[in-house]
């Protein structure tokens, strides 16, 4: 590993059940302070960081759908649970000493900023975490989506998705105990095999535009700083 940080601007999506730990519902006060803590190691190296978080969590349109609420409503609840989630991660951060800006795709401007792309990079320019709310804005996406949208938009240099497994599996690993794990892989076999660890309106964006992106385990201590030093083992990599 060299002692330059491998990339410059990450995007990293944190999968809002994530934020539960081990509860059931909501955030679990100690995963936000370890987050806090992985992402002070890697601003201090100077990295600059946005986040796309999660709702599911909270609420997801698709699951309100099928217990009968209106889809586009529940993805409006889904889109502002992503909102709640980003305000305690400016919170966690800045409880470390960092500064950090929440932009949301959906106008809540008593609570956050407009998402202003231009803005988001100059946060960025400054060593301010920027956390990208709201999704896209619009229902029928996931937060995969908008993450992959977010990553091109500020020319990141990579897409980090934190999840609860270690990387991409030959099928999804909480299923089948046979399943292996995949160093790298190209998009058109993510998505030919139709792995579900991220959706495919994602891995097409992400593909057509060339960001690269890495899958790995939030929960592993000294991941994030890890990759984001060039540690090419961690997760699985994949690119066009
Ligand atoms: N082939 C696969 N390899 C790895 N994980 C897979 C695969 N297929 C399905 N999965 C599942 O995908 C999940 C990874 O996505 P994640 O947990 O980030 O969910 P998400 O729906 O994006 O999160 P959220 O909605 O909470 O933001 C894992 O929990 C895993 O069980
Ligand atoms: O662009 C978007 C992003 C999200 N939603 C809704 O929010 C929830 C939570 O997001 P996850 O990606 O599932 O964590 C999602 O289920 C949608 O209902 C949206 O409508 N548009």
Partial sequence: MANQPAYKRILLKLSGEALMGREDFGIAPDVMRFLAAELKEVIDAGVQVALVVGGGNIFRGEGLAKAGMDRVTGDQMGMLATCINALAIQDAVERVGLEARVQSAIRINEVCEDYIRRRAVRHLEKGRVVVFAAGTGNPFFTTDSAAALRAVEINADVMLKATKVDGIYTADPKKDPTATRYDELTYDEAL????????????????????????YDMDRPGALMGIVMGDETIGTRVHR
């Fill in 192 to 215: 030919d095999k139709r792995l579900g660890v991220m959706d495919q309106t994602a891995m097409v964006l992400c593909r057509d535009h060339k960001m690269k992106l890495r899958v």
